[in-house]
């Protein structure tokens, strides 16, 4: 048996020239097209959560590339990440209400010692505990409901 004649047959074929007109390449963008085993591109998830103040139906998108969001009013201790201080009765919101904690895709709520309390959907927070936010839970900061917030997280 010839070794060089076995070389040469099981020598990887070389292929040249594969493309020989651009113009018959996909036009199609590449984001609109499937993948080569036909599920279709892969697009970055992205969470969004906001706090929809109820009284006046603004609505605040919370840094969520922070992990503890701080809320409260503007002091020189811990600087509020949302500012209450411009929504009517803000007056029974703390300096240092209450802070949001993101865990992953998860995002909890802690009274941080404030006077007039934090409230989960019409539920006192005791200080100190943590609740899990869902999508439609009411926040009320302080007393009589005056100050409150609907919790949504978007993906």
């Known amino acids: 048996m010839n070794n060089s004649a076995n070389e040469s047959n099981n020598s990887p074929e070389i292929i040249t020239n594969v493309v020989k007109d651009c113009n018959t390449l996909p036009t199609k963008p590449i984001s609109s097209q499937t993948n080569p085993l036909g599920s279709p591109p892969t697009h970055i998830q992205t ?3 906001t706090l929809v103040h109820v009284q006046t ?3 605040l998108e919370l840094p969520i590339h ?4 701080h809320i409260g009013k503007p002091n020189e201790e811990v600087p509020p990440n949302v500012d209450v201080s411009g929504f009517p009765h803000s007056q029974v919101v703390s300096r240092i209400h209450a802070n949001i904690i993101r865990d992953g895709d998860d995002f909890y709520i802690e009274d941080k010692g404030s006077a007039n309390g934090t409230y989960i959907n019409h539920t006192p927070l005791p200080v100190g505990n943590r609740h899990r936010l869902k999508t439609g839970d009411r926040i009320a900061l302080g007393k ?8 949504q997280l978007k993906v």
């Open 47 to 49: 969470l969004l959560a």
């Open 57 to 59: 139906k603004v609505e």
């Open 66 to 69: 922070f992990t503890v969001i």
């Open 144 to 151: 009589e409901d005056k100050v409150s917030f609907i919790f």
